[in-house]
């Protein structure tokens, strides 16, 4: 029924920016929609997320003032703009949406909806 889209994932120098789109279809009825990312051989991890109607936004410390989410309401689309990227942001970036209305944001286990990841390679 929902289903999500990424793109905009590259190749690009450090300190370099690229900006991820995520189109969402259909209605998830969840608090916020999220972004996390997954290196080989690493666990997935919170990148940032945002609340869908206020627009309250969350960042992992790795990330905070180099990325911004944002989202566009006509376009039903979620952004990750993301600045002075380093080599450690390698990875692939999924976009992700809870089901209902959870208070938490920063673990997988509370999105219900993934779509099948972007990847994001920053060369040194």
């Known amino acids: 029924q929902v289903q999500l889209v990424e793109s905009g994932g590259g190749l690009v120098q450090a300190g370099g920016s690229l900006r991820l789109s995520c189109a969402a279809s259909?209605?998830?009825?969840?608090?916020?929609m999220g972004w996390f990312r997954q290196a080989p051989g690493k666990d997935r991890e919170f990148v940032a997320a945002i609340r869908w109607v206020t627009s309250n936004t969350d960042y992992a410390d790795s990330v905070k003032g180099r990325f911004t989410i944002s989202r566009d309401n006509a376009k039903n689309t979620v952004y990750l703009q993301m600045n002075s990227l380093k080599p450690e942001d390698t990875a692939v970036y999924y976009c992700?949406?809870?089901?209902?209305?959870?208070?938490?944001?920063?673990?997988?286990?509370?999105?219900?909806?993934w779509g099948q990841g972007t990847q994001v390679t920053v060369s040194s």
């Open positions: 259909g209605r998830t009825f969840g608090s916020y």
């Open positions: 992700a949406a809870q089901s209902r209305l959870y208070s938490g944001y920063s673990y997988p286990s509370e999105y219900a909806y």
